[in-house]
Structure formats: C-alpha cells, structure tokens
C-alpha cells in the first residue's frame, strides 16, 4: 500500500506564511507528478500547484507569486510554501501523487486525508 501524509497546516493571519508538507511512504518504486488540491465549503476542490518529478511546476492563478511548490525525492516528499496568505486561502489541502509500485507497473493516483487550513484575523 502507499500512504500519503499532509502536516503542517493550521491557523493563520492573513499575509501570514504557513509550510505544508506531504510524505509517501509504503510500497513505492517511484513518484511521477505531485500535487496540492483544495476544497473549501461548498466549493470544487481544485488544483492549487503541481510539480513533476524534473521539478517543473505549476500554479492556480490564484496563488501565483505566493505559494511554492518543492519536493525532495529522496524523501519522496512534496511541499507547499504559502505566503501572503488570504482569507480566501481557508480550505482543506490535499495531497495528491502518481506512484509506481514496481518497474512494471503502471502509476496509480493516491491522496492523502487533508490538512485544514484557516486564514483569519
């Protein structure tokens, strides 16, 4: 099995800064594209950054120039650095990675149980 485990989330004032972390472990060969996804109430959960295993990225519009996505593959951890944080940032974030078992086989899509988030004065 493979396990994904957010950490580092939390309250937080706006323009604030908080770090999130994601670490797989289990059975992995490797990880390809690792992401962060949020879901605030009554919303889609939607894609907030991605990054491949190279280490090219992407962003939402929305968190452009804020947030930052890295990973460490060694560790086969992925990280969310969120700046200049907003109220509108309020949502649980998830994480989400496409694994590979072994040599042969193919890359499932696995996602972690959330971390909640809250930017508030």
């Known amino acids: 099995q493979v396990q994904l485990v957010e950490s580092g989330g939390g309250l937080v004032q706006p323009g604030g800064s908080l770090r999130l972390s994601c670490a797989a472990s289990?059975?992995?060969?490797?990880?390809?594209?690792m992401r962060w996804y949020r879901q605030a109430p009554g919303k889609e959960r939607e894609l907030v950054a991605g990054i491949t295993s190279g280490g090219s990225t992407n962003y939402a519009d929305s968190v452009k120039g804020r947030f930052t996505i890295s990973r460490d593959n060694a560790k086969n951890t992925v990280y969310l650095q969120m700046n200049s944080l907003k109220p509108e940032d309020t949502a649980v974030y998830f994480c989400?990675?496409?694994?590979?078992?072994?040599?042969?086989?193919?890359?499932?899509?696995?996602w972690g149980q959330g971390t909640q988030v809250t930017v508030s004065s």
């Open positions: 289990g059975s992995i060969f490797d990880i390809n594209a």
């Open positions: 989400n990675a496409d694994v590979r078992r072994g040599i042969l086989s193919p890359y499932r899509n696995y």
